[in-house]
């Protein structure tokens, strides 16, 4: 019941293409859903991030949908650029808890 | 810029030679978090400080300890380090457990000869 699961694990896109990338729960106490970037050798960066009472939330090129009856959220990137190629995580946590916890991972490529 | 700051960014170590990771923040946030981070995995949460009370994951090896002196550091101690320690160390800090974003450190990598 902790688990995230992210999809898929690896994605490669056209620049100029959709990214897009899946995460599921089944910890209905999650009210806090953050997407990170990482880059290799680096931290990961919070890149944006939705609480349950807003469907959709954007921010620039980058899209979180949120679905709360199938416990589902995801991450779009529109007009996906090179300087996009990372590993994306999604995380989940619930308030007044420390812990997130981390989706698997996606490693996308965006070719030039 | 308020930010999380490690050191350093790159450690060699020998194989049971002990090693110290270190992690500032300016931030001034009240919690700070260890994670252990191996190649093409997520981040796993070895132990968070909420001010100065210590909490450690159950599954976090006895060889890793942290002390937190004042608000600003936090240090990662690895008495005896294993070639399966080899890895990337993330510091994150929360300003408390109900705002929910962590802000990340840029990691040391940390290398076990």
């Known amino acids: 019941q902790q688990q995230v699961k992210q999809s898929p694990q690896s994605l490669i896109v056209q620049k100029g293409g959709i990214s897009i990338i899946n995460c599921a729960y089944e910890?209905?106490?999650?009210?806090?859903f953050p997407w990170y970037q990482q880059f290799p050798g680096k931290g990961p960066a919070l890149l944006i991030a939705i609480r349950p009472d807003v469907s959709e939330k954007k921010e620039g090129r980058f899209t979180i949908s949120f679905n709360k009856s199938a416990k589902q959220f995801s991450l779009h990137i529109m007009d996906s650029q090179p300087g996009d190629s990372a590993t994306y995580f999604c995380?989940?946590?619930?308030?007044?808890?420390?812990?997130?916890?981390f989706g698997t991972g996606t490693r996308l490529k965006v070719l030039a | 810029d308020a930010m999380v700051i490690q050191n350093p960014r790159y450690q060699v170590t020998q194989f049971g030679k002990p090693v110290t990771l270190s992690c500032s923040q300016t931030?001034?946030?009240?919690?700070m978090y260890w994670y252990q981070q191996k190649s093409s995995q997520a981040p796993k949460l070895l132990f968070h400080?909420?001010?100065?009370?210590?909490?450690n994951e159950a599954d976090t090896p006895d060889n890793f300890q942290s002390r937190r002196p004042n608000t600003s550091f936090c240090f990662l101690d690895i008495r005896s380090p294993g070639l399966g320690d080899a890895a990337m160390y993330l510091c994150?800090?929360?300003?408390?457990?109900?705002?929910?974003?962590?802000?990340f450190g840029p990691g040391t990598r940390l290398t076990v000869t």
């Open positions: 994150a800090t929360s300003r408390d457990f109900t705002t929910g974003t962590q802000e």
């Open positions: 400080y909420y001010d100065k009370d210590f909490n």
């Open positions: 995380a989940a946590s619930a308030s007044g808890t420390y812990k997130y916890i």
């Open positions: 910890n209905t106490a999650f009210d806090y």
């Open positions: 931030l001034n946030h009240n919690v």
